[in-house]
T-cell receptor, first 116, second 114 residues
Framework: AQKITQTQPGMFVQEKEAVTLDCTYDTSDPSYGLFWYKQPSSGEMIFLIYQGSYDQQNATEGRYSLNFQKARKSANLVISASQLGDSAMYFCAMRPRDTGGFKTIFGAGTRLFVKA | ETGVTQTPRHLVMGMTNKKSLKCEQHLGHNAMYWYKQSAKKPLELMFVYSLEERVENNSVPSRFSPECPNSSHLFLHLHTLQPEDSALYLC?????????????FGPGTRLTVL
């Protein structure tokens, strides 16, 4: 079964500190993409970072990095130097190739609270 | 206008009403999507269109009817909805299918069915 699991319903982090949001996935497809999205209270889903299953290096985008451990099927998001504006829901998602590349499977999300 | 826009942003309707949600993307993408986001549930894919043809239909009740007249516009026609259909409806687009193409989302329509 293809599935995304985010085990942390909520996380707190102090401003300026780093935080790791966990994500594990399950698929038998050797080719897939992994994504993280941020959803502020306004509702819009904002793309943060992408990791391909064949990528050798971990993806980084500014303060976001993806800790990709393929053997463990984990794709944790690391946010460095947290800011108050980082408070939001964060969704991990996977897009396997064997669904035609159109079906993205989302996790249940983690709500991040950044404390001043 | 830039990105993906959705109208209306909020909608309240009775169970006997007929309404439509509109989505427009200004990114030159070929694929468009409708998602439903209910409280405490993961995002559910409803429909996918690629080059104006439906490529995914995830067992959605017939009271939801999509329409994609061109690659920039996507509609979701609603009729005789149920209270459990109350949710945030998100539209998204991507360059095409494939594992590498991220989706760009609109701000959503918050739907309440009375």
């Amino acid at each position: 079964a293809q599935k995304i699991t985010q085990t942390q319903p909520g996380m707190f982090v102090q401003e300026k500190e780093a935080v790791t949001l966990d994500c594990t996935y399950d698929t038998s497809d050797p080719s897939y993409g992994l994504f993280w999205y941020k959803q502020p209270s306004s509702g819009e889903m904002i793309f943060l970072i992408y990791q391909g299953s064949y990528d050798q290096q971990n993806a980084t985008e500014g303060r976001y990095s993806l800790n990709f451990q393929k053997a463990r099927k984990s794709a944790n998001l690391v946010i460095s130097a947290s800011q108050l504006g980082d408070s939001a829901m964060y969704f991990c998602a996977m897009r396997p190739r064997d669904t035609g590349g159109f079906k993205t499977i989302f996790g249940a999300g983690t709500r991040l609270f950044v404390k001043a | 206008e830039t990105g993906v826009t959705q109208t209306p942003r909020h909608l309240v309707m009775g169970m006997t009403n007929k309404k439509s949600l509109k989505c427009e993307q200004h990114l030159g993408h070929n694929a468009m999507y409708w998602y439903k986001q209910s409280a405490k549930k993961p995002l559910e894919l409803m429909f996918v269109y690629s080059l104006e043809e439906r490529v995914e239909n995830n067992s959605v009740p017939s009271r939801f009817s999509p329409e994609c007249p061109n690659s920039s516009h996507l509609f979701l026609h609603l009729h005789t909805l149920q209270p459990e259909d109350s949710a945030l409806y998100l539209c998204a687009s991507s360059q095409e299918g494939g594992v590498v193409n991220e989706q760009f989302f609109g701000p959503g329509t918050r739907l309440t069915v009375l």
